[in-house]
């Protein structure tokens, strides 16, 4: 693959949490996102209002938040290896303006007229669909956009773009609710996906080698079995589950509380949203200091308690200002447990499978917040919103005290395929890239044990199982992987047989025997 060039503050030596908008690529791919961002959180404001006003709301506003969130259920995974075995570029172009062509049906139908609820949820769950294709790729381009040491302040500078949109887009679609509709909400989202679009076709991204793509089939088992072999990985995606589940009660019923226990307007909604984004805001601008201080578990734990504080003022105030300042906190929870998780996910992931974990990462946290949030406007309608945002806060409170005997694991340096994952097999994924016969070459070379001169047909950018040795001309064992690498479907290329020597071999290098 080729080596991605870095520019503006890549050759920062102490980078700061802003040092990757330095880079011209990276503050212009950025900026589009923030736009997108804020128009997504305006069509979520719009298409929660419309239905506010029906008898069945917590199920209705619940519903829409489900059907935008549940795609990345079903397609995130299937993304990922999409992700990592085509042009992330053409396919993130593709999607942007599929996802503009939606936004601007939806739009078109609302000034008709003829949005229903059922409607109205099937075109949010197409979009969720676009959404969820769209977000693996688009976080695995992030560390092609700055080098490793910047990847947590990109990571964080992501989690401040999600959340600047936040606190900017639900209060200009409450003022714009209210003053000419939710069709120019919609509308205004499809030209914030044409700004991704421009975006991404002012980005020259290095090509990279046709031969170090995977096939789909394979790709997607390689993906799946480096996930369930890392346990840094797997610990990751419990916590995100952990987090997640009871934190969606808060942002399915907001819009109920809003209406229901505050009496406010489509505008008011927008600032109890925008207090939730002011405190995001406030989080990524301090997370690195903090994340010095107390360190990621410790870390993940405060976070943790601060939502549950805004989950349980949204169930027991009753007037708008205390709950506003209350959400400003739990948005500074929210923004850090985002970031420390996303953060030591990107660590811990090489880049051959960078997508697939992240999908994977996106299905457990996004599938996770649709799927609750559907289950808690359920028990809403049938208990009430107060007493199920007070279970809500109890689980969040769990949550926290479990970090005391499963925590984040600590891992730093580069995870890549010549790591061995545990198990009573060892088996480990190596990448699935194809072959054909016409792929051999053959090259001069001279057997280091036995001295005999020869020639050697070479597999390009394919590494040996497990440092098995290369194949040397003249002798009669054939190629097997280890047992110590256990390398899964892997058979030896018909032909060649191997030197006598048993010494392993970096699978970054080719042996010269």
């Given at each position: 693959m080729t080596q991605q060039k870095h520019d503006g503050g890549a050759r920062e030596n102490g980078p700061s949490s802003?040092?990757?908008?330095?880079?011209?690529?990276?503050?212009?791919?950025?900026?589009?996102?923030?736009?997108?961002?804020?128009?997504?959180?305006?069509q979520t404001v719009g298409a929660q209002w419309m239905l506010v006003q029906q008898p069945n709301a917590p199920t209705l506003t619940a519903a829409v938040q489900a059907a935008s969130l549940l795609p990345v259920l079903f397609l995130s995974l299937p993304a990922?290896?999409?992700?990592?075995?085509?042009?992330?570029?053409?396919?993130?172009?593709?999607?942007?303006?599929?996802?503009?062509?939606?936004?601007?049906?939806?739009?078109?139908?609302?000034?008709?007229?003829?949005?229903?609820?059922?409607?109205l949820i099937a075109l949010t769950f197409?979009?969720?669909?676009?959404?969820?294709?769209?977000?693996?790729?688009?976080?695995?381009?992030?560390?092609?956009?700055?080098?490793?040491?910047?990847?947590?302040?990109?990571?964080?500078?992501?989690?401040?773009?999600?959340?600047?949109?936040?606190?900017?887009?639900?209060?200009?679609?409450?003022?714009?609710?209210?003053?000419?509709?939710?069709?120019?909400?919609?509308?205004?989202?499809?030209?914030?996906?044409?700004?991704?679009?421009?975006?991404?076709?002012?980005?020259?991204?290095?090509?990279?080698?046709?031969?170090?793509?995977?096939?789909?089939?394979?790709?997607?088992?390689?993906?799946?079995?480096?996930?369930?072999?890392?346990?840094?990985?797997?610990?990751?995606?419990?916590?995100?589950?952990?987090?997640?589940?009871?934190?969606?009660?808060?942002?399915?019923?907001?819009?109920?509380?809003?209406?229901?226990?505050?009496?406010?307007?489509?505008?008011?909604?927008?600032l109890l949203l925008g207090a939730l984004g002011a405190g995001a805001i406030v989080g990524a601008v301090t997370i690195g200091r903090v994340r010095e201080r107390l360190g990621r578990n410790v870390l993940l734990a405060v976070s943790t308690v601060a939502f549950a504080a805004g989950t349980l003022a949204a169930a027991v105030l009753r007037q708008p200002v205390p709950v506003a300042v209350v959400l400003v906190v739990a948005g500074v929870g929210w923004l850090?447990?985002?970031?420390?998780?996303?953060?030591?996910?990107?660590?811990?992931?090489?880049?051959?499978?960078?997508?697939?974990?992240?999908?994977?990462?996106?299905?457990?946290?996004m599938g996770g917040q649709g799927i609750?949030?559907?289950?808690?406007?359920?028990?809403?309608?049938?208990?009430?919103?107060?007493?199920?945002?007070?279970?809500?806060?109890?689980?969040?409170?769990?949550?926290?005290?479990?970090l005391t005997w499963l925590p984040l694991r600590e891992r730093t340096g580069t995870l890549d395929r010549t790591i061995v994952a545990p198990g009573r097999n060892r088996r480990w994924p190596f990448p699935s890239i194809p072959t054909t016969a016409r792929s051999w070459s053959r090259s001069p070379t001279r057997c280091p044990r036995t001295g005999r001169k020869g020639s050697v047909r070479r597999w390009p950018r394919r590494p040996s199982p497990g440092g098995a040795p290369a194949p040397c001309a003249g002798t009669s064992t054939r190629t097997r992987p280890t047992p110590a690498a256990g390398w899964r479907s892997s058979?030896?290329?018909?032909?060649?047989s191997t030197c006598a020597s048993t010494a392993p071999a970096s699978p970054a290098t080719t042996p010269s025997c």
């Open positions: 802003w040092a990757p908008l330095r880079g011209r690529t990276f503050r212009v791919l950025w900026s589009a996102q923030l736009g997108s961002n804020v128009g997504t959180w305006m990922g290896v999409l992700a990592d075995v085509l042009d992330r570029r053409a396919l993130l172009m593709t999607l942007s303006g599929v996802m503009a062509a939606l936004c601007a049906a939806l739009a078109a139908l609302t000034a008709a007229g003829l949005t229903t609820p059922a409607v197409l979009i969720g669909c676009g959404q969820a294709l769209m977000s693996p790729g688009w976080q695995a381009i992030q560390p092609e956009l700055v080098p490793r040491e910047q990847i947590p302040a990109a990571a964080a500078l992501g989690s401040l773009n999600v959340n600047v949109a936040r606190a900017i887009g639900p209060a200009v679609a409450g003022l714009l609710v209210a003053a000419t509709g939710p069709d120019v909400v919609f509308a205004l989202n499809a030209v914030s996906f044409l700004g991704v679009l421009a975006a991404l076709l002012g980005w020259h991204r290095a090509r990279h080698g046709a031969g170090d793509r995977e096939r789909m089939r394979p790709a997607l088992a390689s993906g799946t079995r480096y996930v369930r072999n890392a346990p840094g990985v797997r610990r990751v995606l419990l916590r995100s589950g952990l987090f997640v589940v009871p934190a969606s009660a808060l942002w399915g019923l907001l819009p109920v509380v809003a209406e229901r226990r505050l009496g406010l307007g489509s505008g008011g909604y927008g850090y447990a985002l970031s420390t998780l996303n953060t030591t996910l990107q660590l811990a992931l090489p880049g051959w499978v960078r997508a697939r974990g992240l999908a994977v990462y996106l299905m457990v946290f609750g949030t559907l289950l808690w406007g359920l028990l809403a309608d049938g208990i009430g919103t107060a007493e199920t945002l007070l279970v809500s806060a109890g689980l969040l409170l769990a949550s926290a005290a479990s058979r030896s290329p018909p032909g060649p």
